[in-house]
């Protein structure tokens, strides 16, 4: 035991990064072997807010470079936050990651980073409510000034691009239509005219990995699947260690002065959930598979990225890695808004599961987005897109046995008057 220890932890783990070649995101996840301070199968939680120098002068260096292994202060870097950052990197294959307070401090960090005063942002018109708020009212007070377009149509991304666009922003997958985004056309489009594609995976961690397609920058609300508990906010940007690098520049870096920081103790746990998420991604995508054909065969209008009517199936087929299916989230169209809470207060009594917005608990979850996550986009514009009143958001959970589930949402809606 002693001989690994003094290799340092460091070491140790840089070395596993150079051996991760695997295509499969769960492989290179789980390659990333890490040992606790006394030997312990986690690593070791430091619960420190500053850190001791043995001299003066490598203080001194530590503010004007980072030094591998050395913590200065924990907004800056602490060890727990670098573990679970090592292994978010790991499982998207980027060459780094950092992580956030929230999957927002992620995406506001990001954007305020790569962009200044008068720069322009391309980004699909059907992203995150959040999202959605944060580019269209907040970021213009900074002078950054934002463009929403189809993301699936490349034309419009290529017309709404000039000598201001620094970065084109999307999600892998939209929330809550399910829009794909082709991710290797994007990063054409985005490397020919020299921006960068920031890309929001939340919903597909594992399903998908846009930078290995092509993606410069990838974000993760780790609230959502990857923490898969409900317990607790958190966030993630994965990219180059140049480009997270920038981010802790005490200088310049807006991670090191927005503070965005994310606390050890709550690093640690959502790693060890991080560790059981491939086999929650492929009971997810089980489940919801069999309440999409199930809802679809009912006649009711389903959207689900397995089923052969979405319109980009065979889109998402390609970006996907094999073997995790096609996610978790199901929407359904009930009609009118009043059968949508309708049926929703019917499943929370019935069990199915809860009327919360978020996605990604073990239990599931629904919500009326045209109400609640995309509120924040005017009525005109989601009725234009198609984000009608009637629909209904299903985060499908882990349950054992979703044939009973959908007995008792059948009861549901037979109780709905349509
Ligand atoms: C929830 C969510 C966010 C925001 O993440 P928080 O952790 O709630 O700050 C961003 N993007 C998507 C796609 C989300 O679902």
Redesign the pocket.
């Known amino acids: 035991m002693l001989a690994l220890f003094s290799v340092g932890k460091e070491s140790f783990t840089s070395k596993q990064h150079m051996t991760m070649q695997s295509q499969d995101p769960a492989m290179r996840l789980q390659d990333l072997q890490y040992f606790g301070e006394f030997g312990g199968v986690n690593p070791s939680i430091e619960d420190s807010a500053t850190y001791t120098f043995l001299n003066a002068s490598k203080m001194e260096e530590m503010f004007e470079q980072e030094l591998a292994g050395c913590y200065l202060y924990s907004r800056h870097w602490n060890p727990m936050n670098r573990y679970l950052s090592d292994a978010l990197a790991a499982m998207e294959g980027t060459e780094a990651a950092q992580v956030t307070a929230?999957?927002?401090?992620a995406?506001s960090t990001a954007l305020m980073q790569l962009c200044s005063h008068g720069d322009e942002i391309i980004c699909g018109r059907m992203?995150?409510g959040?999202?959605y708020a944060l580019l269209k009212n907040f970021l213009p007070r900074f002078g950054i000034i934002t463009r929403f377009v189809d993301i699936t149509n490349p034309d419009k991304i290529r017309q709404a691009i000039n000598p201001r666009t620094k970065v084109i922003y999307c999600?892998t997958v939209s929330?809550p239509l399910l829009e794909v985004a082709d991710i290797p056309t994007l990063a054409q489009i985005a490397h020919a005219n020299g921006l960068q594609l920031v890309v929001?995976n939340?919903?597909a961690p594992m399903l998908v990995s846009p930078a290995r397609l092509g993606a410069d920058i990838v974000?993760h609300?780790?609230?959502?699947y990857i923490n898969g508990t409900s317990d607790t906010?958190?966030?993630a940007i994965c990219g180059s260690k140049a480009f997270i690098g920038s981010l802790t520049d005490v200088n310049f870096g807006a991670s090191m002065l927005l503070g965005p920081v994310m606390d050890s103790l709550r690093s640690a746990s959502v790693l060890k959930n991080l560790r059981s998420l491939h086999v929650r991604m492929k009971q997810h995508s089980a489940n919801a598979s069999y309440l999409a054909q199930s809802f679809a065969n009912m006649g009711i209008r389903t959207i689900y990225l397995g089923l052969h009517t979405h319109p980009q199936h065979q889109l998402f087929t390609r970006l996907l890695n094999p073997g995790y299916g096609y996610g978790g989230m199901v929407v359904i169209d009930m009609g009118t808004k009043q059968a949508a809470y309708e049926l929703m207060e019917a499943m929370q009594e019935e069990k199915v599961g809860y009327l919360a917005v978020?996605?990604g608990f073990f239990r599931t979850l629904f919500s009326s987005p045209g109400s609640s996550t995309s509120s924040e986009i005017p009525e005109a514009e989601r009725l234009q897109m198609g984000l009608t009143d009637g629909l209904v958001r299903i985060s499908v959970g882990l349950d054992n046995d979703i044939e009973d589930i959908f007995q008792r949402i059948t009861r549901c809606l037979e109780a709905v008057v349509i």
């Open positions: 929230s999957g927002m401090a995406i992203v995150y959040g999202t999600e929330n929001d939340t919903f974000i609300s780790l609230t959502k906010v958190a966030g978020s996605l």
